[in-house]
């Protein structure tokens, strides 16, 4: 294998030396909440119990039975005016005013049921997410590949957007076509109809999602996708281009995933593109659509007729791959 | 003959079994070097995972799913082939019908461990039974297969009964205990009983005929046609093909298999009437089936579309055309056709083992070169293109599982009694 020295431009710090730097760089929470007006010893004692709470150790009710009042001393009208949903109005231990959870859009709450209100609120406006990508406007850089990769971590093989290359004619009249190739989120998709155990769905949104922890690895779905556009994970590893290449997955469909390890999920299963979902849920657009030099990708609601996607997919230029196979793909081509 | 047939039935027919000391060792030395090499390349495949394989994201389905769709069509074969006897009553096949009926359920458990060799998470196995998906063909397909595995062993049980009470009375040791575990406590030989027996097996049969052939192996035909990515199997015709070749490799098995359990367990002469009948089937399936494929390869031709006539273009010209003209076509087809042509020759032992064989080998062929070559060219123009061999761990995992088949087939013959005991004629 390739000695540490042959790597141009990076610099020879073993693995010991990089935790000592990240050490160093690090901010000690004693001395930053000292230089805060407020107390140290009630902002130590609530970050410690937040994190049981996030761990599962404490519920979020004692927690708040336990700091709410000495909060509310020690912050004030701030803490008023910050929403949180997590106090029951109920009990009348609330301590946040109406007019501002009003103006936050953030409901007056338990947690369980301001998670539920939030996951009707969206179903109701029941979005189909699209992507319409200009031929005339895509230079064929690649650099939506790139983007995908660092964005989604994919390892070695698998790469969600591809560009397909395609010369036309004889020299010298030739022409060359760059098709981009992401999943097309088909509304019939092949993948999802053939899948043994219902891993591969539709969502309301239109994205088609893979459950990881469901799928067995049979294949079909990549035998039956008219689109090439579905990888197998095999277990490779950017291991020596990368340091720590594994160490953060990318949280696919919005679902968290420890570092990459042998054996575990997704090693094993089929994968493809997610139209970014884990940045749809924060307003941003899919990696690919953001980092398009020449703004080819565009991407939106397609069940908004004002919306501009919408109106680029209804266009004389706009069509779809394969169109005879009745997939009816959520990506559309301008021509 | 008849004498020799007395005898057996007074007692030599319950030490059924290899009867050669040498060549017994000798069998039982290869089957155990078989499952050595497949212990070792299936340790490499569980801990080294998927990527101990040449599939890749182009070509994801390679030798395994080859010989899946052998096996599965190897199974469906031969019970076809045992149903001549218990439903449809030809003569002279009862002689072969519970041999038929073994090889056919160890075909199907063979076949579906090399499908569960395939699976990405071979943990995961059990999802195929919690989670359930009506549009898909292989969700259908696995619950088929565990019905079609019980109906055949049911069907074993009754076809083979009776004589499992007389081994379980007269022979001596393990032969008898087994005999008389198997027999599930119903161990009378009435003549009531005997017809019960008989039409329990009919029943059983005909539940298992649709089964066959429209679920476990037209639905694995199915699912291959419905994938309308891949023109090469994506039409009507598919799915027949797919059950007439395993009608061919069916009966060539049971042929091949009837000559040799004959000459090295029971030590008896071949019935040549018998051998005769099952050799002009076996002609006539693979008219049958030189047919249909032909059919189908003139109709992807016409259609001048770039993954259908690509594809066929690939089997017959491309790199592994040695595969389609020298092992499907020839071994498959001309071979034993040629030598089964002949009314002396189909009488000839040994030439109808050579036929069988090479019809079992050609048809290997023909189901690689079903899986591998639609999933060689890209779907979309401009993707790579594959190129699928498989490698060593691939070509030794299959080895043992195929040594692990020969086993108990070979354990199953020479514990149960395969040969009907009461060999006076059909049970007519």
């Avoid at chain 2, 212990?39 to 182009?58: I, Q």
Wanted: charged letters at 20%; one cysteine or more.
């Amino acid at each position: 294998m390739s000695t540490e020295s042959a790597r141009p431009g990076v610099p020879e710090a073993g693995t010991g030396r990089v935790e000592e730097m990240l050490d160093d760089d690090r901010i000690d929470p004693q001395e930053e909440l000292e230089r805060s007006p407020f107390s140290t010893d009630l902002g130590t004692a609530m970050a410690e119990d937040a994190r049981r709470v996030s761990a599962g150790e404490l519920s979020s009710e004692s927690f708040w039975a336990r700091y709410d009042e000495a909060a509310a001393e020690e912050f004030g009208v701030a803490y008023a005016e910050t929403p949180n949903p997590a106090i029951d109005a109920e009990d009348g231990s609330q301590t946040i005013a109406d007019g501002a959870a009003e103006q936050l859009q953030c409901s007056v709450d338990s947690m369980d049921s301001v998670a539920a209100s939030l996951d009707a609120a969206a179903a109701d406006e029941a979005v189909q997410w699209g992507m319409v990508i200009d031929l005339q406007k895509c230079v064929g850089c690649d650099s939506c590949t790139v983007a995908c990769k660092a964005e989604n971590r994919t390892p070695p093989g698998v790469s969600y957007n591809v560009v397909l290359e395609e010369e036309h004619g004889e020299f010298p009249d030739v022409t060359r076509t760059n098709l981009p190739r992401p999943c097309m989120q088909c509304e019939n998709p092949s993948c999802v109809q053939v899948c043994p155990v219902s891993a591969t769905y539709t969502m309301n949104n239109g994205v088609v999602n893979i459950d990881y922890d469901r799928c067995i690895g049979c294949r079909y779905c990549m035998i039956a996708c008219p689109y090439g556009a579905r990888y197998f994970d095999f277990g490779e590893n950017y291991d020596q281009e990368v340091m720590g290449a594994g160490e953060v997955q990318s949280p696919e469909y919005g679902v968290t995933k420890d570092a990459r390890a042998e054996g575990e999920s997704p090693i094993g299963n089929v994968r493809k593109c997610s139209f970014c979902y884990h940045r749809l849920g924060r307003d941003e657009e899919p990696a690919c659509v953001e980092t398009c030099i020449g703004d080819a990708r565009n991407f939106g609601d397609l069940s908004d007729p004002e919306s501009e996607v919408a109106q680029m997919a209804e266009s004389t230029r706009s069509f779809q791959l394969k169109e005879h196979t009745g997939n009816d793909p959520n990506v559309y081509y301008l021509r | 003959m008849s004498t020799l047939l007395e005898d057996t039935s007074l007692g030599l027919g319950y030490e059924h079994g290899i009867t050669d000391a040498r060549i017994r060792l000798g069998w039982y030395a290869a089957i155990a070097g078989l499952l050595l090499v497949g212990a070792y390349a299936m340790y490499l495949r569980v801990t080294g995972g998927m990527a101990t394989t040449n599939m890749n994201s182009v070509t994801p389905w390679g030798a395994w799913v080859a010989f899946y769709i052998y096996f599965v069509g190897l199974s469906a074969g031969a019970f076809l082939v045992s149903t001549l006897s218990n439903v449809f009553g030809m003569a002279g096949m009862h002689e072969i019908d519970r041999d038929a009926l073994l090889a056919a359920i160890i075909a199907m458990v063979v076949a579906l461990l090399f499908v569960w060799t395939d699976l990405g998470r071979m943990d995961r196995l059990f999802n195929v039974f919690l989670h359930r998906q009506l549009t898909s063909p292989l969700s259908w397909e696995v619950h088929a297969y565990v019905a079609y595995i019980l109906v055949l062993s049911v069907e074993l049980y009754f076809a083979m009964r009776a004589d499992l009470v007389r081994v379980a009375r007269r022979a001596t040791g393990i032969r008898a205990r087994l005999a008389s575990v198997l027999t599930f406590g119903h161990r009378s030989l009435s003549d009531a009983a005997l017809d019960a027996d008989r039409r329990w097996l009919k029943r059983f049969g005909i539940v298992g005929i649709p089964l066959a052939i429209f679920f476990v192996h037209g639905g694995t035909g199915v699912l291959f046609a419905v994938s309308k990515a891949r023109p090469y199997w994506n039409s009507g015709l598919f799915p027949i093909i797919f059950v007439i070749s395993a009608v061919v490799s069916g009966t060539a098995l049971v042929m091949a298999v009837y000559v040799l359990r004959r000459r090295f367990f029971d030590d008896r002469p071949v019935d040549p009437n018998l051998l005769d009948r099952l050799a002009q089937l076996l002609v006539a399936f693979i008219l049958t089936d030189v047919a249909f494929t032909a059919i189908d390869a003139l109709i992807a031709l016409t259609t001048l579309e770039r993954l259908h006539v690509g594809t066929w273009l690939l089997v017959s010209t491309g790199e592994m055309s040695w595969s389609f003209w020298g092992v499907m076509v020839a071994l498959g087809w001309v071979l034993p056709a040629a030598l089964a042509s002949r009314r002396a020759w189909r009488r000839t032992p040994w030439l109808m083992v050579v036929a069988g064989i090479s019809v079992v080998i050609g048809i290997v062929g023909v189901r690689f070169n079903i899986v591998v070559p639609p999933l060689i060219l890209p779907v979309l123009e401009g993707l790579p293109h594959g190129n699928y061999v498989p490698t060593l761990v691939e070509w030794g995992t299959s080895a043992g599982i195929i040594g692990l088949g020969l086993l108990l087939y070979t354990l199953g013959a020479e514990l149960l009694p395969l040969t009907p005991l009461d060999t006076d004629g059909d049970h007519a």
